[in-house]
């Protein structure tokens, strides 16, 4: 075999191999003849016109995201960045639209996005572009499928992802709620406190009513046994007086023993002798009985004023300026002087 020969049979193998072309899922071929448009090859083995037919580009079907950061101005003059996230195919039955009437459609979509935004931010203010996002990116989608729907894209979803504003304002708002959560906190604290107040003094309350009573029962209590010890002892030859200093010396002696059983008391008491206990019962007596006899006089002598008084009715003589009354007494011809 020659060699031309061998050289039109590799020729002819290549041109055979150049008829065959594949086209992967979720894609699509178009194919131009001599330049013009010829048809859309979907995926799969493909045949065409070596030399006559060509590749004229390939189009991706599956869904595609791009992302567009935007500066912009809320209404109360706040600059902020928004970041738009859009979501698009291609529709499979306008592949020719897609890839003829757009050059560049991300270049499209992103001064459509730009557009929509730039037309809604200006018209809220900041507290309300983060409301509101959803309301931002249905407008966005809305916009943008009314335009690209023509040029053979659809727009699937459209996404606000992030909205940044500027570093101060967003050190301000921190410290706002920074404030307001401290203001919150603040408040429960003092709540807090107050519940605890509350329930310290009810419960001091009722401790203090507690004491009282344990108090008063105590000393009833006393005062039932004392008069106990002194009929007990009233009934061995014991007078009423020498029964009471009885008492008061033992009781004295149950202090001094309760103050002595406290390792840490520094009490000294001046003087304590034997013989100062004898004193002190005596004394005690002593007292009882004087306090006795003046109670004895008291009466006696409020006893004898009422008959005075009661004398002055029947007709004596009364001296206003001195306020006396004189009386003549059978048993003494002078006159005595009593006082009212």
Sequence with gaps: MSIPTIVLL???????LSCFFTVKQQSAVIIERFGKFQSVRNSG???????????????????????????TKTKDNVFVKLKVSVQFKVIQEKVY????????????????????????????ILDDVFERKDDIAIAVKRELNEAMTTYGYDIINTLVTDIDPDIQVKNAMNRINAADR??????????????????????????????GQGIADQRREIARGLVESVEVLNKVGINSQEASALIVVTQHYDTLQAIGADTNSNLILLPNTPQA????????????????????????????????????????????????????????????????
Excluded at 10 to 16: R, S
Excluded at 57 to 65: D, K, V
Excluded at 100 to 124: C, G, N, S, W
Excluded at 310 to 328: C, P
């Design 45 to 71: 083995l493909q045949l065409k016109i070596p030399v006559i037919d060509r590749i004229a580009g390939r189009i991706n079907l599956r869904i595609q995201q791009l992302d567009v950061i935007i500066e």
């Design 97 to 124: 639209e897609a890839f003829y009437k757009l050059e560049y459609p991300h270049d499209q979509i992103t001064a459509y996005v730009f557009d929509v935004v730039r037309a809604e931010v200006p018209k809220l």
């Design 277 to 340: 206990a004898n004193d002190m019962l005596n004394n005690m007596v002593v007292s009882f009985a004087a306090s006795n006899q003046v109670g004895e006089a008291m009466k006696k002598g409020q006893f004898g004023a009422r008959k005075d008084r009661a004398e002055d009715k029947s007709g004596n003589r009364r001296d206003e300026d001195a306020s006396v009354i004189r009386k003549d007494y059978p048993e003494n011809p002078e006159n005595r002087d009593i006082t009212v």
């Design 10 to 16: 590799v020729l002819g193998f290549f041109i055979l």
């Design 182 to 211: 401290e203001k919150t906190a603040t408040a429960f604290e003092a709540e807090s406190v107050r519940i605890r107040i509350v329930a310290k003094a009810k419960a001091e309350a009722e401790s203090k009513r507690l004491q």
